[in-house]
């Protein structure tokens, strides 16, 4: 393969370095300080993805970059995602080496100029930082945590057919061409960007795992919460449907299923336990059942774009309005159909689907609506 910084008229930096943050105000400059120490002698630049995060760490970055010229910052607005943040960094720059790490001083950047090193000079198209080889070690995680990440393991390797003994690691040095090969099939989705990379890439990985020790947070908290489980087998099931059908619509029509649930309960409650007609019954079921698809699929669905305060109100209206005419596209298409053939089963499950697309290509654009959604 071609060494493009190798070559003469090559101006751009060698390395970059790309650092996610989500309120890491505390931790940004120790780790640029660091970064300057360990990479002296490199060609490289530091490029910060920063989720516009509320604790004013892009305005940090900004004046630690007064001092250190490698310092680049892309601030996103009304965004959220780790994995996305490393993807749109390491578009963001047109050096041939690419890092990815943490910035909350967790990850041992002292192994970077090796990473970099082997990367230059033996077949290797990725470099990473393992906790899970011989010399790693997991840092202070408690059982619970630890255990999560060892479950997540095993089913991650089951979607790469390598033997990466971590494949969650968030930590990592690759060949621009990898991600260039590959970026446009990236689910992006959650945190697991190097399983995605390894899911996605059309030909077999040559990787080599380093081991280092996890260290303990120093500032700030973690942001790996119930939700990034969700989005990890989330991730999980876009890779195994393929890229035809967006994960979000997964996850709305597996929210819709549970719907189901909360309507027959409601129903029954109302109907068989408080004595009201079927009718008020199944209206008072419909609407709750909406109620509670609107908050799962905020949490959820659009956890990266979740509405708030005045805003929730404003989408609960239009999503109850939205799955109103969704109900009756599911009636009209299904009868429709049933007049033509009588096979019932057949007739519900296509209105079903035009609802179900319809509720979700409608909430997608008048409930969560924003220009560009990843
Ligand atoms: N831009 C952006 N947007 N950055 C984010 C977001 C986000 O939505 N969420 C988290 N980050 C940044 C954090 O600021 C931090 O620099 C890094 O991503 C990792 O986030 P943590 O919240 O510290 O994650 P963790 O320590 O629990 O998990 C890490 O270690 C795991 C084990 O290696 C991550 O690297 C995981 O990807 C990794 O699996
Ligand atoms: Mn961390």
Request: aromatic share 10%; with cysteine.
């Amino acid at each position: 393969m071609p060494d493009v910084a190798s070559s003469t008229e090559c101006r751009t930096p060698t390395l970059a370095v790309v650092i996610p943050t989500y309120n890491e105000a505390e931790n940004v400059s120790v780790l640029v300080d660091r970064l300057h120490a360990v990479l002296a002698g490199i060609d490289w630049e530091l490029l910060f993805v920063d989720d516009d995060s509320p604790d004013g760490t892009a305005q940090r970055i900004r004046s630690i970059a007064c001092k250190h010229p490698h310092v680049r910052l892309l601030q996103r607005m009304g965004r959220r995602g780790l994995s996305s943040a490393c993807i749109e960094g390491m578009l963001a720059t047109t050096a041939p080496y690419l890092a990815v790490m943490d910035a909350d001083l967790q990850h041992d950047e002292t192994l970077l100029p090796e990473m970099l090193r082997r990367l230059q000079q033996e077949p290797l198209d990725i470099l990473i930082g393992s906790r899970y080889v011989a010399g790693g070690q997991m840092g202070d995680w408690d059982a619970q945590r630890a255990s999560m990440s060892q479950w997540a393991t095993r089913l991650g390797k089951h979607l790469i057919k390598a033997d990466v003994k971590d494949p969650m690691s968030g930590f990592f040095m690759l060949r621009a061409e990898v991600l260039q090969d590959c970026v446009r099939e990236l689910s992006g989705v959650g945190y697991k960007i190097l399983l995605d990379l390894f899911a996605t890439s059309p030909r077999p990985l040559r990787f080599l795992e380093l081991p280092y020790r996890f260290r303990a947070r120093q500032s700030g908290e973690s942001k790996l919460d119930e939700a990034v489980l969700w989005e990890y087998l989330l991730m999980l099931i876009q890779k195994w449907v393929g890229p035809m059908i967006p994960a979000r619509f997964i996850a709305f029509s597996l929210i819709g299923g549970s719907g189901v649930f909360v309507h027959m309960l409601v129903l029954w409650l109302s109907f068989k336990g408080i004595g009201t007609s079927f009718l008020v019954g199944q209206s008072a079921a419909a609407l709750v059942a909406m109620t509670t698809n609107f908050f799962l699929n905020n949490l959820f669905t659009y956890s990266d774009m979740r509405l708030r305060g005045r805003e929730l109100f404003r989408g609960w209206l239009s999503f109850v309005a939205a799955c109103s005419v969704g109900a009756l596209a599911n009636v009209g298409i299904a009868s429709w159909i049933f007049e033509a053939n009588s096979l019932w089963v057949l007739s519900a499950l296509a209105g079903i689907l035009v609802g179900a697309v319809w509720n979700y290509a409608v909430t997608a654009v008048y409930t969560w609506k924003r220009p560009k959604a990843t």
